[in-house]
């Protein structure tokens, strides 16, 4: 059973920085890793992902704030937030999409951006 587990959500003002961190129990080396987040009463929504190669997507409200980064080597995946705005406030989730196509979520972790 495939566990990914999030960190690294909190409360921070707007204009501030946090660092997400999501672990996989497994190898990462072969997936599509990637963040979502859903805020209240929205849907899920993509934030950032990152291929096998290192390419990366990122929504359109998030680009140049966000920068997501792999390491296989320690099964992880992290997303750097900068510049946070209140319209970022959500759970952000961690996924893994193998080359399979089956699809693995985190448990989910809150950021809040208030001042």
């Known amino acids: 059973q495939v566990q990914l587990v999030e960190s690294g959500g909190g409360l921070v003002q707007p204009g501030g920085s946090l660092r997400l961190s999501c672990t996989a129990s497994g190898s990462i080396m072969t997936s599509t890793m990637g963040w979502y987040r859903q805020a209240p009463g929205k849907e899920r929504e993509l934030v950032?992902?990152?291929?096998?190669?290192?390419?990366?997507?990122?929504?359109?409200?998030?680009?140049?704030?966000?920068?997501?980064?792999?390491?296989?080597?320690?099964?992880?995946?992290?997303?750097?937030?900068?510049?946070?705005?209140?319209?970022?406030?959500?759970?952000?989730?961690?996924?893994?999409?193998?080359?399979?196509?089956?699809?693995?979520?985190?448990?989910?972790?809150?950021?809040?951006?208030?001042?």
């Open 48 to 115: 950032a992902i990152i291929t096998t190669t290192g390419s990366t997507i990122y929504a359109d409200s998030v680009k140049g704030r966000f920068t997501i980064c792999r390491d296989n080597a320690k099964k992880e995946v992290s997303l750097q937030m900068n510049s946070l705005r209140p319209e970022d406030t959500a759970d952000y989730y961690c996924n893994q999409r193998r080359s399979s196509g089956t699809n693995y979520w985190g448990q989910g972790t809150q950021v809040t951006v208030s001042s």
